[in-house]
């Protein structure tokens, strides 16, 4: 198999894994992709997986295969916070939470940090479009709950405002019978008592 018959046969998939390019050619051999990738043509996300060099500098693109290289996985923490401004700072890594082991992976799309949380707290998040791709992305709400339960230093007024949370998003946009909701759900008095000191902290 020649490059172009490859490209023809998985651009559309985005970021592809080794399993799937022998699910459909058994007989692929995979010295192509190291050949490939000193050529510039692909890039190796991670062990196993690979994605397209024509994809560099779509940022939705660098979002999606966030969800590809690490399953399950969601975008969730400072990314999703950063997105929706609810934080002031940009941020530089795509953060993710995921039911298995912490993880982290460096490629040519970026650095992709995962979170280990229970599997029962793998919720929270929507297939949300970017581009002509969807990602699993935490709604705000969640990715807060997310922050706080993973930071557990946050448990002060003075920590929280550290935090520098935009407050007229907090005020205005954040939904708070969804915050209520999801914080039942996690079933976790310490962090139940970081998110009344986060309402107190930015009047909500």
Known sequence: MNYIEFRNSFIE????????????????????????????????LRQGFYAFS????????????????????????????????????AVTQITGISSLKTAEFQNDFGIYTYKAIKPEL???????????????????EKALLDLLYLYPFYNSEEELAELRLDEDYMTNEINITRLDEYTQRFNNKALAKRIRLMKTTYGI
Do not use: C
């Open 13 to 44: 998939l985005g970021g592809i894994s080794t399993n799937q390019i022998l699910a459909q050619y058994p007989e692929f051999n995979a010295n192509n992709l190291t050949r490939w990738v000193h050529q510039g043509l692909l890039v190796k």
């Open 54 to 89: 024509e994809n560099k500098g779509q940022s939705d693109f660098a979002l999606y295969i966030s969800n590809r290289i690490y399953k399950p996985s969601y975008i969730s923490l400072h990314t999703v916070l950063s997105f929706y401004g609810v934080i002031p700072e």
């Open 122 to 140: 793998m919720f929270g998040y929507e297939l949300k479009p970017f581009g002509n791709r969807a990602i699993l992305f935490a709604h705000p």
